[in-house]
């Protein structure tokens, strides 16, 4: 059960890291002026950040109940 568990979580994990490549790869800045495209690349990493700090707490939030069921049927 729980390599089973294990082996899913390590399959999104790749699966998650190919969508934010692809996802990185297709997006374009559009806009014409200097100080606008600085602030977008700006966003940009902000957002890139936020969200791979969300997958990290979404996978610690899944190994703590992996572990927790563990413990209480022990």
Known sequence: ??????LLL????VSLRRRIKKLACKMVITSGNEEDK???EKESKEETILA???I???I???IVIIF???YTTL
């Open 38 to 40: 600085g602030n977008q």
């Open 10 to 13: 390590m399959h999104c994990m």
């Open 68 to 70: 927790v069921y563990i």
């Open 60 to 62: 610690l939030n899944l």
């Open 56 to 58: 990290i707490g979404t």
């Open 1 to 6: 059960m729980l390599c089973a568990s294990l």
């Open 52 to 54: 791979m700090l969300g």
